[in-house]
Structures are given as C-alpha cells and as structure tokens.
C-alpha cells in the first residue's frame, strides 16, 4: 500500500468516525463526501503562483465548473488565491500554508517550483486535505498530480512543421523557459525527433519564452545572418515570428501559434496556409482536476499521476476555435465528469487519455 493510500485511508476513517458522531459538519451542513460514496459539499481552494493570459484562462475554467457544481450541491464553497510577487514559491508556500489553515477539502496547486514546494504541500496532506498539482510534476506521492506531458509537447510543437516541410529545409528552434523542469522535457524530446530528420538544419537557437512579443524580438536579433528558414518550431510565439520575418521582407516560415482568440484571429486574418498551426499546453486541466478530486475524496481508486493530452489546433480546426474564443482566451478542452472518469481509467490501465470532443 503507497504513502497516499494509506494516509487517504486513515483520514476517511477519521472522517467516518466523526461523521458517526455528529453527522455534519461544524457549520451544520453535511460533510464532503458524507453522501454514500459520492461527493458533496466539498470545499476547494486554488493556489496559482503567478497570472498570464493563460493561468487566467484556466482560472476562468475552474471558477466556472465550480459554479456549477455549487448549484448542484457538489461544492459548497471556492477561491483561487494568487500568490503575491513574480512566481515566488516563497510567497506561494506562505500563502498555501494560510490556505491549510482555512482547512478546504481540497487544495489545487499551480506550483511556482516543483522542488520548493513539496514541503507546504506534504504539510497539506498531513492537514487531512486532498492536493491536486496541476500543470507540473512533483515528487509528493502524498499528492495528486494532472498535467500534460511536456516531452509530448515538444513533440507537436515539432512534428507537424516538419510534416509541413517534407522534412527538409533550416529550421530555427524557439526555445521556452529555457532551464525549468518543462523545458528540458520539450527540447529534449525535439531533439530526439530531430535524430531522424538530416535533411533538416538547425540554423539557430532562440529564447522565446513561450510568449509572443519575446520570440519576436529575439527572431529580429538572429535574422539577417540567417540562410532561407523554412520553419520556426518551438514553444508557441508564432504571431510574433510573422511580424518579424514580415519587417525583414522574408517568406513566412511555418510557425507555431498560441491558443488564445487573438493569435488564431491573427492567424486567419493574414491567410497563412503554409502548413503552420497551433500546440499548447491545455487550461481546461483544471477543470479535469476537479473531477480527479472528487474521485479522490469517493474513495475511487485514481492513479497518483493522471496525464492529460495537450491542445492542437490544425487550420481545419481554426473557424470553429474563432466562434469559440474571445479575444484574450485559449482554448481548452471542455472536460466534464465522464471524460475525466475515462481519462483515470485509461491511467490506471497504462494507457494514453483521450481528449474529449471539441465539437
């Protein structure tokens, strides 16, 4: 039996035996997980490190799916907490351990490290509380993980350029955080594909960090030198990449686009057709990690890992993306109860999730 196991059993046994003598809960209302093997009344807190466009979008979609659950007498009460700072897991460990206090049935963590956080967390679990990381891995087998595989994200941030190219031709690599936990998946994983690809050329490395506006400048700051590029493959950036190779009189490049209203509206507007499309990691997670909590506190048998397939958005995919999203939202997958329950077996069984239809 694992470490979480057992201490998931020794808490429900605590909860059973205080439900036997009070029945509710300290408020009079009934206790999450009092009502026979299906959740209720549960209680959930989200800690977020830091805010983008895309931790928005995922915010969005968690208070949304909590809202629901509310009316339906599933979640009693939610917030997301934003730590203070600039990814400080400093900041975001003091504000987990305020959360700890406030004793939620769940904590959901978007951890600012995966390493410095471990302690604050594991103290969440010793607190009797279900933790959920999202968007990372974290060596907490206390914990519950939902994530994307971020070396199956360098590989659809690769694979369907090259596709495009006919595997030939200069590439230049858009790097993301460049030494984070993610990174290092990605690229590693791009460079392993790259092995069976000679007629492709690596011309150069650029620090993007994943953001559009930073891939520009960058791509701008290495052009001139740079033979005819083929592609521009990497972590998302690909509005920035175009206006680049626009301001330098060059022939656009496939690139990878964000997943958010503006970048595909950006896309369609300018006509690209060169094969380019859109990879990210996918926000709706956390709508999938609620799911994967509620499972937790029935007593369901779930995996200590539950990885989630990332988001790809192909030009055949683009007008139905645009009647979907608003200009600063990314697209996720709309998770619900059933796709999650089939995503924690087809873990459990060793085998890949699938997304759930978009349409």
Known sequence: MSFRTLRRFTVAAAAIAALTLTGCSADGSEAAGSGGGSAEGVSISLSNGFVNGWRLTLINKFEEEAKKLQKDGIVSEFNTVNAPGENSATEQA???RSLVLQNPDVLMVIPASSTALVPAVE?????????????ADMDAPCATIVRN????????SLQPALDAINGTGNIVINRGVIGSQPEEEFHARQLEIL????????????NGFCDSST???????????????????GCIGGMGVV??????????????????????????????????????TDPGQAVAAIYVALAVLDGKDVPEEIVLPLLQIEQADLDYWLGELDSDEYAAYPWDKASVEAAIEAAAAGDDAEAPAIK
Do not use: H, M
């Not at 690809?197 to 650029?206: K, L, Q, R, W």
């Open 94 to 96: 003091s504000q987990i």
């Open 123 to 135: 103290e969440a679990c010793d607190a009797g509380i279900t933790v959920i990381v999202l968007d």
């Open 149 to 156: 595989a971020y070396d199956q994200w360098g590989e659809v």
């Open 195 to 206: 092995e069976d690809y000679p007629d492709v050329t690596v011309s150069a490395e650029v």
């Open 215 to 233: 891939a520009q400048k960058e791509i701008v700051g290495v052009l001139g030198s740079l033979p005819d590029i083929a592609a521009v493959p």
């Open 243 to 280: 206006q680049a190779f626009e301001s330098a009189g060059r022939e656009l490049p496939v690139v990878v686009f964000d997943t958010d209203g503006k970048s595909l509206q950006f896309w369609k507007d300018k006509g690209i057709e060169n094969g380019s499309f859109a990879a990210l």
